[in-house]
Nanobody
Framework: QVQLVESGGGLVQPGGSLRLSCAAS????????MGWYLQAPGKQRELVAR??????????NYADSVKGRFTISRDFAKNTVDLQMNSLKPEDTAVYYC?????????WGQGTQVTVSS
C-alpha cells in the first residue's frame, strides 16, 4: 500500500514563502508522475504542479496561476517531491495535496493547509 506523507504547510504573510514536501513509501515510482493539487474552500481540486520523466528528460507542468512563483522538484531515488512557493498571495490559500499516479490509480496525501494572510 502506497502512502504519501506531506509536511511544510502553515500560515504566511502575502509575499512570503513556504516549502511543501511529500514522501512516498515504497519504491519503483521513478517513472510515474508526482505533484501537487490544491483545493480551496467550496471549490474543486485543481492541479498546481506536476513532475515526471519523458524521453527528453524531466518534464514539469505548472498551473498558469503559479508560473514564475512556484517550483516543483523531485528526488527520484528517495521518492520525494517538493514544492517551493514564493511570492505567495491570499488566493493561494488552500489545502495542498501531494499525488502519485501509478498506471490507472492516483494516490493522495492527507493534505496540508496553506494560509496566506496578513
Amino acid at each position: 500500500q502506497v502512502q504519501l506523507v506531506e509536511s511544510g504547510g502553515g500560515l504566511v504573510q502575502p509575499g512570503g514563502s513556504l516549502r511543501l514536501s511529500c514522501a512516498a513509501s515504497g519504491s519503483g515510482f521513478s517513472n510515474y508522475p508526482m505533484g501537487w493539487y490544491l483545493q480551496a474552500p467550496g471549490k474543486q481540486r485543481e492541479l498546481v504542479a506536476r513532475i515526471t520523466t519523458g524521453i527528453s528528460g524531466i518534464i514539469k507542468n505548472y498551473a498558469d496561476s503559479v508560473k514564475g512563483r512556484f517550483t516543483i522538484s523531485r528526488d527520484f531515488a528517495k521518492n520525494t517531491v517538493d514544492l517551493q512557493m514564493n511570492s505567495l498571495k491570499p488566493e493561494d490559500t488552500a489545502v495542498y495535496y501531494c499525488f502519485l499516479d501509478v498506471l490507472l490509480r492516483t494516490y493522495w496525501g492527507q493534505g496540508t493547509q496553506v494560509t496566506v494572510s496578513s
